[in-house]
């Protein structure tokens, strides 16, 4: 099985002669738990852009599930993008004027191969049953600008896996959560992701959450653009 | 669909500001509508201000003079025409019927006019109207008068007031005849035309007035012919200022036209009223190009006040656009849903347009048509009403690309990160 994210000699400038990434080599396998870390401003969002095929490059290969992004055409990277990945923000993860469940199915509605891979469930049944995995099956029909913090990223992690992405990508899900809601959030994320068996990519600066993980990333450590800014 | 879907419930979520903007594109397209409207309604009732004439003849000089002062009771005749002339027309056999005209004294500012019954039984105005009364009926006496409606509510009589008439068309003049004073005995339902303007004797009443009078003056004490002692068959009419006529078959209109205008004994002159008013019409016409131009830039307005409100909001929308762009939304979803947006707003505005101004004309028909003299019918758009509505949707279209494109390179920018 080919890995869930492959990135070979992966360079990134948002402007000339200023690179922010420069990533030799780094591998995820398929149904692995990564926790990527870094300090702000060392080019996570970045990267999880480049992996989500948002942002684009020239330079190097960026290979999702087999697939190499950078030979992609930007509507390709959408559609694959929308098919295969599941992506959770930091926060305001939501469109505020859709309610919960209607949120939870956009992505099945944005992506016919989304909705594809829901193996002939309504989307009703669906966003139930994600919903419920996630504990907020009570809340489908309540608008989003109702929920607490806690509760919107568990709505945004609903959504995220609805049809069962290959890749599931949180840009630091957790970092408006207090401690205990942390802790649960993750398992419940861990859960849902086990039964989708989707890959998941943790960015965080918060180190006390990596021994949950199968294995950590460091990204100062494999970006060699950081480096050289430090040397710089 | 689902881009269709998200753009109304976006649009619902901003609800204030969705109302203001439509609202201001609803008020520009009824008020391009309304000129529109005002505009093709003005063209109809000038056009339509006589109806059912074919030619109006009068002594030769200016077209448009005749037609002033036959139809609009604005100015004079530089001259009068005989009244064999006259006769010579009326029996003639191609001719239908005839309105007589004698034009040249006024009441209190309103003109008046000497005609024959035939006025009450054949004038027509836009298109088929005909002369209605509202109270009393044709008079019948020397001495009898019919009043226009504007006559009525700027005089306030009532049948049975005895009204005395000016020598003279100004409202100054010294000389009245008030020897000899008329009877109202009916009065006219408005027609909104020039008609209303005007006060109505018989010929004979015309020529009574001045039976006495010799060489342009009023009679020498002790030669005044007192009213009672005037019989209508010793009047003997002699000249009149201009008739109206209607042939029998229309095709012999342009073959009579000639005729009048080579008649040997007298020089004559008839015009087509359909012709004189639209040529009137044309040199009158530039200020309805004026109102146009005007209300086009009112509708320009309103479109930039969309395209401000749709581009204002884009900031706060960033984080929406970069959900929709992680989920896999592409460029062309993002741009088409704010194009849908602008759309949405075009339409409905144009929608609330279009009802404000039917149920504002439908309210304010009877008001205008009685202020004003205009009659605007309360009909579907015309073909111009429809262009002006599918350009507003269309530039509605248009104008949500600028909003799209800059959403869209915001996403672009963003990526995956919002810059608040």
Redesign the interface.
Same mark, same amino acid.
């Given at each position: 099985m080919a890995d869930a994210v492959s990135l070979v000699d992966l360079k990134f400038e948002y402007r000339k002669g200023r690179p922010v990434l420069d990533i030799p080599s780094m591998r995820v396998a398929a149904g692995e738990r990564v926790f990527l870390f870094g300090p702000s401003g060392s080019g996570k &969002? &970045?990267l999880? +852009?480049l992996m989500?095929g *948002?942002?684009r490059t020239t330079v190097g290969q960026v290979q999702i599930l087999g697939q190499d992004l950078v030979k992609m055409s %930007? $509507?390709q990277r959408? @559609?694959f993008?929308? $098919?295969h *990945?599941g #992506?959770i =923000?930091q926060l =305001?993860?939501? !469109? %505020? #004027?859709?309610t919960v469940e209607?949120n939870i199915t956009?992505?099945c /509605?944005?992506?016919p191969e /989304?909705r594809k891979r829901l193996g002939g469930k309504s989307l009703e049944a669906a966003a139930r049953d994600v919903a419920a995995r996630l504990g907020i099956d009570g809340l489908l029909k309540e608008s989003v600008t109702a929920l607490s913090v806690g509760q919107q990223q568990r709505v945004a992690a609903a959504?995220a896996l609805i049809g069962t992405p290959e890749l599931v990508v949180a840009?630091e899900p957790t970092s408006s959560l207090d401690h205990d809601h942390r802790e649960r959030f993750i398992e419940l994320l861990f859960e849902a992701t086990k039964a989708a068996g989707s890959t998941l990519i943790f960015v965080s600066h918060d180190r006390t959450l990596q021994p949950l993980f199968d294995r950590a990333i460091a990204l100062p450590e494999i970006n060699r653009a950081s480096k050289l800014e430090a040397a710089a | 669909m *689902?881009v269709l879907s998200?753009a109304w419930? $976006?649009l619902?979520?901003r609800k204030l500001t969705t109302w203001l903007t439509v609202i201001s594109i609803a008020l520009s397209v009824a008020l391009l509508l309304g000129v529109e409207n005002v505009r093709t309604g003005a063209r109809e009732s000038f056009s339509n201000t006589i109806s059912g004439t074919d030619l109006i003849v009068g002594a030769r000089g200016g077209s448009l003079q005749l037609l002033l002062y036959a139809v609009f009771r604005m100015g004079s005749a530089t001259n009068n025409i005989t009244y064999a002339s006259y006769q010579h027309f009326a029996e003639h056999p191609a001719v239908a019927w005839t309105i007589p005209y004698s034009l040249g004294d006024s009441h209190r500012g309103f003109r008046v006019v000497g005609t024959t019954n035939d006025f009450y039984q054949h004038y027509k105005f836009r298109r088929d109207r005909k002369i209605e009364f509202a109270a009393g009926k044709m008079p019948e006496g020397i001495f009898d008068v019919v009043l226009g409606s504007d006559v009525v509510d700027a005089l306030k009589y009532k049948v049975g007031d005895k009204i005395v008439i000016a020598h003279g068309i100004s409202t100054k003049t010294i000389q009245d005849h008030a020897d000899k004073p008329f009877t109202v005995v009916g009065i006219l339902k408005r027609t909104a035309t020039p008609v209303d303007r005007s006060v109505y004797i018989s010929l004979y009443g015309i020529e009574a007035v001045h039976i006495d009078w010799s060489d342009g003056g009023p009679p020498m004490i002790g030669e005044e012919v007192p009213a009672d002692k005037i019989k209508k068959d010793e009047l003997k009419i002699k000249q009149i200022t201009a008739f109206l006529l209607r042939t029998k078959s229309r095709i012999d209109t342009l073959r009579l036209q000639r005729e009048v205008s080579t008649f040997e004994d007298e020089p004559l002159q008839a015009i087509i009223p359909g012709v004189a008013l639209a040529e009137l019409w044309r040199t009158i016409g530039f200020a309805e190009d004026a109102l146009q131009v005007v209300t086009l830039f009112v509708l320009i307005v309103g479109m930039l006040g969309m395209l401000v409100s749709l581009y204002t909001s884009l900031n706060e929308r960033r984080?929406?656009m @970069? !959900?929709?762009?992680? !989920? +896999? @939304? +592409? %460029?062309?979803?993002i741009i088409s849903l704010l194009v849908l947006e602008s759309g949405l707003l075009a339409i409905a505005g144009s929608v609330l347009g279009v009802a404000i101004i039917y149920g504002l004309s439908f309210v304010a028909q009877p008001l205008i048509e009685q202020q004003f003299g205009l009659y605007l019918p309360v009909q579907p758009p015309t073909s111009t009403g429809y262009i002006y509505l599918g350009a507003v949707v269309i530039s509605g279209i248009l104008i949500g690309f600028v909003p799209a494109v800059k959403a869209y390179r915001n996403a672009l920018l963003d +990526?995956? $990160?919002v810059r608040l």
């Open positions: &969002t &970045t999880l +852009g989500a *948002v942002l %930007p $509507s959408d @559609a993008r929308g $098919s *990945v #992506y =923000f =305001f993860n939501l !469109i %505020p #004027y859709l209607e956009l992505s /509605r944005l992506s /989304r959504r840009d | *689902v998200l419930h $976006s619902k979520n984080r929406e @970069a !959900i929709l762009r992680a !989920i +896999g @939304a +592409g %460029p062309m979803k +990526g995956l $990160s």
